[in-house]
């Protein structure tokens, strides 16, 4: 299995977003897939997730604001990132369950003036 993120980088406060995950080596259609963060000198977080059959779940955090969404046909999962904020600056994970726990290589998101 492998996750290969995109989409990261530098916006200004209020901006918006869109991260990319495209996953191989399994069947991604079955998979539940999700988005975790860590900031510098924080423990990584759950962002949201987003079940084989589409419901989704967020962090109190970014509710409102993010939203999670897959493609299974070109096995993408994206998070759109709105109204970014300076505490929404992390490194971003795409994360998976498929026999064991796989992630990304991380993108790293940075909302600053």
């Known amino acids: 299995v492998q996750l290969q993120t995109s989409g990261g980088g530098l916006v200004q406060p209020g901006g918006s977003l869109r991260l990319s995950c495209k996953a191989t080596?399994?069947?991604?259609?079955?998979?539940?897939m999700a988005w975790y963060r860590q900031s510098p000198g924080k423990q990584r977080e759950l962002v949201a997730n987003i079940s084989s059959s589409g419901t989704t779940n967020y962090a109190d955090s970014v509710k409102g604001r993010f939203i999670i969404s897959r493609d299974n046909a070109r096995r993408l999962v994206h998070l759109q990132m709105n109204s970014l904020s300076p505490e929404d600056t992390a490194v971003y994970y795409c994360?998976?369950?498929?026999?064991?726990?796989?992630w990304g290589q991380g993108t790293l998101v940075t909302v600053s003036s």
């Open positions: 080596g399994m069947v991604f259609s079955r998979s539940a």
């Open positions: 994360n998976t369950f498929w026999g064991r726990i796989y």
